[in-house]
């Protein structure tokens, strides 16, 4: 009798633990922590894609360490106002960790400081009814529907699309694609049938150049190119330059850091032309003459928005003013340009 007890007791005991590791497997994300935030925009001068007046500012929040945009206009704002010096102070007052300052590696990968600035460490963001996922090493954007909120935690170890996942190339317009098929759907990809725009999407294309400057018995880089960058939520067309000094004299570091961090030019100027036609609306040319003092890397962004465009043209010529005063000007090799058509 007390075997069978014994025995009872033991299956009894395996039932239950049964049950509590399906329960831990079944359990499903709730929302726990949130904070209502706002974002003021600031005024900027010389870039073509900001307003003069800067919009009004943001709602949006702060929810269990991933941040949530009420709109796609919201998240451009954001994205295209906040300077790449801000951003550090602006996540430190909020208490946000971002993709930008936990995972060099993947924020290279990307190749857009801002919109790293607003992915969380694991690559979400949400916006309107979608949580997104960026992986930038395969160039994916994976998207689940607000409504799924409780998958979240397969959402964040996903790597591919699934049953409630749709998964697109930083190739795609995603925000598009989404509104002409009425929301995610996993089992229906972009249709062009449902297109409400018809215009052609442009390519993604860069060109790039290193300029070496020698300065005594060493030399550092003035690094410049003009590219039209496409991460599926957001695209832009720019300028950057950035110079620095690969190694010291010695071959070493300066108390501890590499030189980079010490040599600056004095001032780059950028000469811009543009042409740039977002898909389905007008076009857009101007000129742009912009100096920039004391600063390693800078971008001056044309076009910034979640929604591609069909063509476009930049040529942009820099010069540069080096710290022992010598100036670099008019030189053909300091003239990039990139076109689509």
């Not at 801002?114 to 960026?134: C, D, E, R, S, T």
């Not at 795609?172 to 052609?200: H, M, T, W, Y």
Request: charged share 25%; proline share 4%.
């Amino acid at each position: 009798m007390k075997k069978n007890i014994f025995y009872l007791g033991i299956i009894a005991l395996t039932f239950y633990l049964s049950a509590c590791k399906k329960i831990g497997m079944d359990e499903k994300y709730q929302q726990k922590n949130i904070k209502e935030l706002i974002y003021t925009p600031s005024k900027k001068v010389g870039q073509s894609n900001k307003l003069d007046e800067a919009p009004k500012p943001i709602h949006y929040s702060l929810i269990d360490g991933r941040l949530a945009f009420e709109s796609e206009e919201d998240f451009n704002t954001i994205v295209t106002y906040i300077e790449e010096e801000e951003i550090i102070d602006w996540q430190n007052s909020i208490g946000f960790h971002s993709l930008y300052t936990e995972n060099a590696t993947e924020t290279e990968a990307l190749g857009d400081n801002q919109v790293a600035a607003v992915l969380n460490n694991k690559g979400i963001i949400q916006v309107q009814n979608y949580i997104f996922k960026l992986i930038p090493t395969t160039r994916t954007v994976l998207v689940m529907s607000k409504d799924n909120i409780a998958s979240l935690p397969i959402l964040e170890a996903a790597s591919e699309g699934s049953s409630i996942i749709q998964s697109f190339s930083f190739d795609d317009e995603v925000f598009s694609i989404l509104e002409e098929q009425g929301g995610v759907s996993p089992e229906n990809p972009d249709d062009a049938a449902k297109s409400i725009c018809r215009d052609r999407r442009a390519n993604e294309k860069d060109d790039p150049y290193s300029f070496p400057y020698f300065y005594g018995r060493d030399n550092y880089v003035y690094r410049m190119n003009v590219e039209y960058k496409k991460i599926g939520i957001s695209v832009k067309l720019y300028s950057h330059y950035e110079n620095y000094w690969p190694t010291s004299p010695s071959g070493g570091n300066i108390l501890g850091q590499n030189l980079s961090y010490f040599l600056r030019t004095a001032e780059s100027t950028f000469d811009i032309e543009y042409f740039y036609t977002p898909r389905c609306r007008p076009s857009v040319n101007g000129t742009l003459h912009f100096t920039v003092t004391n600063k390693k890397k800078y971008d001056v962004i044309t076009y910034r928005d979640t929604r591609d465009c069909k063509n476009y043209k930049l040529i942009t010529t820099f010069s540069f003013k080096t710290l022992d005063g010598v100036h670099y000007f008019s030189y053909p090799f300091l003239t990039r340009q990139i076109n689509d058509f």
